[in-house]
């Protein structure tokens, strides 16, 4: 599961756990990007925060691991990179599932080698409020349709620019992402 993950929360918390029991997944890895391609309207906090973060939310969960790959690779990280990487690790006897919300999904045809990620990974998008998956039909073509499949999960209306706002106007994020990352923003003074 890739993201800039600033800051992790429950949405993304509950989108890895779900896929990983509905699709009997053995592990889920965490891939917080280092520089996102996509520039974002926002300077993005530094990606050691924001790995630190998301280590601490998913500590508890044996599932669950953090990866450093996109970090420690310089200039922009791009999913393809990655997935080629996990590739050679794993070998080809281990299926990767690359666990999306709708609205990146739907973005997947603006990837760097879209064509030749969705051929290297099957995706599982989750249900996001505000994001209609009938779009999906209307923006891919069937080859990457069949290469996506839908989760739905009870849908989280949680995302990192709602927290960094909430930080910034002093308004209470605990119940939001776990106690663990609400005291490391607060410790750092981090979204002031
Ligand atoms: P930002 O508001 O900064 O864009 P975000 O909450 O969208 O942050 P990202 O790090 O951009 O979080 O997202 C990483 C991945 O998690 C994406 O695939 C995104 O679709 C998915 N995701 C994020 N929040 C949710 C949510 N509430 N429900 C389902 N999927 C989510
Ligand atoms: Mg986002």
Redesign the pocket.
């Known amino acids: 599961?890739?993201?800039?993950?600033?800051p992790?929360?429950?949405?993304?918390l509950?989108?890895a756990e779900e896929a990983r029991f509905r699709f009997n997944l053995s592990r889920v890895i965490f891939v917080?990007?280092g520089t996102p391609p996509h520039k974002?309207p926002?300077k993005v906090t530094p990606a050691e925060h924001r790995y630190a973060m998301t280590v601490l939310a998913t500590a508890s969960n044996p599932y669950f691991v953090v990866s450093r790959i996109e970090i420690d690779r310089p200039g922009p990280s791009y999913a393809i990179d990655t997935v080629k990487i996990f590739r050679q690790q794993f070998g080809y006897g281990v299926e990767i599932f690359f666990?999306?919300?709708?609205?990146?999904?739907l973005e997947i045809l603006t990837w760097k080698n879209h064509d030749e990620l969705i051929q290297l990974c099957q995706f599982i998008?989750?249900?996001?409020?505000g994001?209609d998956s009938e779009k999906l039909r209307e923006h891919l073509p069937p080859s990457y349709l069949d290469r996506i499949s839908l989760l739905s999960?009870p849908?989280?209306?949680?995302?990192?620019?709602?927290?960094?706002e909430r930080v910034r106007k002093n308004e209470p994020i605990l119940y939001l992402t776990p106690e663990t990352v609400c005291d490391y923003i607060a410790k750092h003074g981090l979204y002031k």
């Open positions: 599961m890739g993201g800039t993950f600033d992790i929360h429950y949405g993304h509950l989108a917080p990007c974002k926002y666990i999306t919300g709708l609205d990146a999904v998008a989750v249900n996001r409020p994001y999960i849908g989280i209306d949680i995302s990192s620019t709602m927290i960094r």
